[in-house]
């Protein structure tokens, strides 16, 4: 009786599947999308043809911007290496996670990228510059802690010597170079690793962690740079005639790199065209913050200009997940990326996470909040007090208007709509008066919801026990 019973029952189960095999589709569980990140290093975002620059082509860009979600007005909210790196992993601000500096390890406790994925199915993996590690440029970090959730691993700390490029591998403390340019050699270790996986039954999270186009900026590979007259470079106007020598030299050999990575774009999402992987993956491409390259005067980054702040921001959604690829003017910022690819993958999100989902927002569901923060908790470096005369800032970002104080009172207000290169300071206009009294508000307020009690920086200095010397920077070894 008790078997008659079972067989019965077996077969009308297998009969109602046959009748209805859409249902027993459904009962098979899907694959997560995987995930690709392409992590630049010093890209600022109106350096693409896409966004307009006419002194680049970037066509393989301008094909997946076309396809994806392009964030116009996306920002690294510290714009400077080590703090938006762990911002990305952690979906937190600076003063949280407390990478507020370069060369300072990122606490190997933090519930990360890595980890999260791991735990819910995801093989893992790096590759190139991880810079949060704080034991030296060159030195290897072991599996383990330190490597904050990431299995396969072809990564190392922090160099920019790209065309001798120092990395370890997995579980080998021995150093190796990248043969040639490591942009390239990297980009097919990404490809290596996708391909490996393309039958597996677990999902991967693969970040690629260029070093370029960061300086030295003359030297990508040749056939590149023969690409880039600095005599035909078109400069920002807001360059001043005392750099305009240097900054052409110089963007012809930042535009030599970002042709090159163009490339390597090309090439990733050829391979996962080939390979049908296109169809389940998200590709987000963006970097950890610009560059000024001869703007306001300046090099480098940490500033709250755009050519500082203001980085290329693309998701690629697979068509299955029903988001539109459009143009978004969303102030998406760093510790957004992480609860956003999140929720793209129906992953839960911690409660340590600090970032907006953008999901929603993607969804035409809700929308978001329509300010951003700017930070510099400490300058150092590259810009430190005493010899850039830099300070500490807080600075409010909306769709049209970029206001920022320090430890004085009111520093910059800028219309980026009337005035795109930030050349007309408007704080303490009488005209502008009731504006920047609202902004200065508004900050306020964002600086009350976060905790941030906007100390010099010093303080947390102190607070988080980080050796500096006299510029204030935290020295590194190589």
């Known amino acids: 009786m008790r078997y008659t019973l079972f067989f ?14 859409k249902k027993a589709e459904e009962s098979i569980p899907k694959k997560k999308p995987n995930v690709l990140i392409l992590l ?30 392009n964030f116009q007005n996306a920002v690294s909210g510290m714009p400077v290496c080590s703090p938006f790196r762990a911002s990305l992993l952690t979906g937190q601000r600076p003063l949280t996670h407390g990478v507020f500096m370069n060369d300072v390890q990122l606490d190997t406790n933090a519930v990360t990228m890595g980890k999260i994925f791991s735990k819910a199915g995801y093989d893992t993996g790096y590759i190139g510059k991880w810079h949060l590690d704080g034991h030296g440029r060159l030195q290897y970090i072991p599996p383990g802690p330190r490597r904050q959730g990431f299995a396969f691993w072809r990564g190392n700390e922090c160099t920019h010597d790209y065309n001798e490029s120092v990395y370890y591998e997995n579980g080998d403390p021995n150093r190796k170079i990248w043969e040639g340019y490591d942009t390239f050699k990297q980009t097919d270790e990404a490809i290596g690793y996708m391909k490996d996986r393309k039958d597996s039954n677990n999902p991967f999270l693969m970040v690629v962690s260029y070093g370029t186009p960061h300086a030295p900026y003359h030297t990508a590979p040749q056939e590149y740079r023969d690409h880039f007259d600095p005599d035909k470079i078109i400069l920002r106007e807001n360059v001043p005639d005392s750099l305009k020598v240097r900054a052409k030299k110089d963007l012809a050999g930042y535009y030599a790199h970002i042709a090159a990575l163009d490339d390597m774009v090309g090439k990733v999402t050829n391979h996962l065209k080939a390979t049908g992987q296109m169809d389940n993956t998200i590709i987000v491409f963006t970097s950890d913050h610009g560059d000024l390259l001869g703007s306001h005067g300046a090099y480098k980054k940490q500033q709250p200009y755009e050519e500082s702040a203001r980085v290329p921001m693309l998701f690629y959604v697979p068509k299955k997940l029903n988001i539109r690829a459009e143009e978004k003017d969303a102030l998406i910022n760093s510790e957004d990326i992480l609860p956003t690819i999140l929720g793209l993958c129906d992953i839960p999100i911690p ?31 590259q810009w430190n007090k005493p010899q850039h005369g830099a300070r500490e800032y807080r600075a409010l970002k909306t769709k049209r208007y970029t206001y920022a104080r320090d430890l004085e009172g009111p520093w910059l207000l800028f219309d980026n709509v009337e005035d795109p290169y930030q050349m007309n300071n408007l704080v303490g206009k009488d005209s502008y008066a009731e504006l920047q009294k609202e902004l200065d508000q508004k900050l306020s307020q964002r600086l009350k919801e976060t905790g941030d009690a906007f100390l010099p920086g010093m303080k947390y200095i102190k607070k988080w026990g980080y050796p500096v010397d006299e510029t204030g920077t935290v020295p590194y070894t190589q």
């Not at 890209?43 to 076309?66: C, E, F, H, I, M």
């Open 351 to 381: 409660d340590t996470v600090e970032g907006i989902n953008y999901r929603p927002y993607l969804e035409g569901k809700q929308q978001v909040v329509e300010t951003t923060l700017l930070t510099c908790v400490q300058p150092f470096g």
């Open 8 to 21: 019965t029952l077996f077969a009308v189960a297998f009969c109602a599947c046959k009748q209805n095999p």
């Open 40 to 69: 630049t290093d010093q890209w600022r975002a109106q350096a693409t043809s896409y966004a307009g620059d006419p002194n680049v082509s970037t066509p393989y860009l301008d094909s997946l911007a076309a396809s994806s979600i």
